[in-house]
């Protein structure tokens, strides 16, 4: 009688079981991240008082390094008191890229703020509704006018900072509206007006003939 031959499973079977375990491990590693997004989001207040206007909205980029606008811009003034939108702890009070930024841990997220002077300092607990600094006119994403860029954070996941405050009022104001020029005395108000003419660049006909121009004289 002759024996029946058998496809050897070992390998298959190895590599099958190495799967399998991969994704058991994924699944509780990253089973901890899904559960803290889960449910109502955590009810905050604005950073600012009164109730500031948005003048930009949050708008996530398509991947990690593309361009979007990764929070949201409040409309303010200079010297105006920063508030803590959730209670939490201070991660970091300091200067990064030439502006002041703090940002406050709420467990698995975070709230970023900037340009700010900082008034608290590493560790310290805060409450929610909590003065953590001062707004500064430099650094400004909408320099020259001041405004607060607040952001919310889970790992490595921008979110929409107004959701802990209901979604909020949105109202997207121009920013060069009625923009004041600072100067010792009362200035003047710039308002929108026609486009500025814009001269074409030279071309290289026109550059070489200027060129002659300049030899021969």
Known sequence: MTPSTATPAGPRARAALAAFLALAVALVVIAPLASALEGPDPVGVWPLAPDPEVVAT????????????RGVDL????????????????????TLAGRGVVVVGHGPTRT?????TATVALGESVARGGRI???QLPGSHCFPRAC???????GETYLDPLRL???GPVRLLPLWRDLPVVGPREAPILRAGPAPFLVAPPTWPSLL?????????
Request: a negative charge.
């Open 112 to 116: 970023t703020y900037e340009p700010v």
């Open 58 to 69: 949050f708008d996530p980029p398509d991947s990690a390094y593309g361009a979007g606008h």
């Open 133 to 135: 600094g001062t707004l």
């Open 165 to 167: 405050v209901g979604g």
């Open 75 to 94: 409309a303010a003034r200079s010297g105006q008191p920063v508030r803590a939108a959730l209670a939490g702890t201070v991660t970091f009070a300091g």
């Open 209 to 217: 003939q200027l060129l002659r121009h300049w030899s021969v004289t």
């Open 148 to 154: 607060l860029h607040w952001g919310w954070i889970e």
